[in-house]
């Protein structure tokens, strides 16, 4: 099946400071991907679509200028968290959908995430 | 947009059946999906229904009725493995694959 991949699977950084998250499609290539969030105890909530070559388009209540989006090719996507505070403290998980677009049973394939520890 | 529902939390006991529901509203029904998430992974793909009717896929199958907004999820011969959280998810026509809020499942021994 295709796989996701996402690094750094595990960061902590300082207050302040920015960090980026890659998400890549190792073996199929990806028009489009996604990025969620999950706090603990929850489910996953959409921050993001990220389309190759265009502006990512974000969900309401998340702010732009904070979650950095840039999908510059078919197999990769990373999403900068720019001055992280401990509120952004969170595990971020990427998947990827086919280039066909269509629903043919595993629609989307997720990345193992990246948690984020922001101190 | 969509509305969907699930249980919050379940338990049962290692080598019953237990049944997750999952209720959505939604227009232009693409699919339902549901998937497994153990504690600090990514969820994994496990059943996709997109016609009404049963899917069986080993010990898990997932059930789907379009007119009645409800699928279910049923487990067999439970495992302690199968503790996790069940997510289902739906996808609509022009809208973004949407998550219900998971249902945490507990198998005792």
């Known amino acids: 099946g295709a796989v996701v991949s996402q690094h750094p699977s595990r960061v902590i950084c300082k207050s302040g400071t920015s960090v980026k998250i890659e998400c890549r499609s190792l073996?199929?290539?990806?028009?489009?991907m996604f990025w969620y969030r999950q706090f603990p105890k929850q489910s996953l909530m959409l921050m993001a679509t990220s389309n190759e070559g265009s502006k990512a388009t974000y969900e309401q209540g998340v702010e732009k200028d904070k979650f950095l989006i840039n999908h510059a090719s078919l197999t990769l996507s990373t999403l900068t968290v720019t001055s992280a505070h401990p509120e952004d403290s969170s595990f971020y998980i990427c998947?990827?959908?086919?280039?066909?677009?269509?629903?043919?049973?595993?629609?989307?394939?997720f990345g193992p995430g990246t948690r984020l520890t922001v101190l | 947009g969509q509305n969907i529902d699930q249980p919050t939390e379940m338990t049962a006991t290692e080598g019953a059946i237990v049944q997750i529901n999952c209720t959505y509203q939604t227009s232009g029904f693409n699919g339902l999906f549901w998937y497994q998430q153990h504690a600090g992974e990514a969820p994994t793909f496990l059943s996709y229904n997109v016609l009404d009717g049963l899917e069986e896929k080993g010990r898990f199958s997932s059930f789907l009725s379009r007119s009645k907004g409800y699928s279910y999820l049923l487990l067999k011969e439970l495992q302690m493995k199968d503790s996790a959280s069940y997510l289902c998810a739906v996808s609509a026509y022009g809208q973004n694959f949407v998550f219900g809020p998971g249902t945490r499942l507990s198998v005792l021994p």
């Open positions: 073996d199929f290539q990806a028009t489009t």
């Open positions: 998947s990827a959908r086919l280039a066909s677009g269509r629903a043919v049973g595993n629609e989307q394939f």
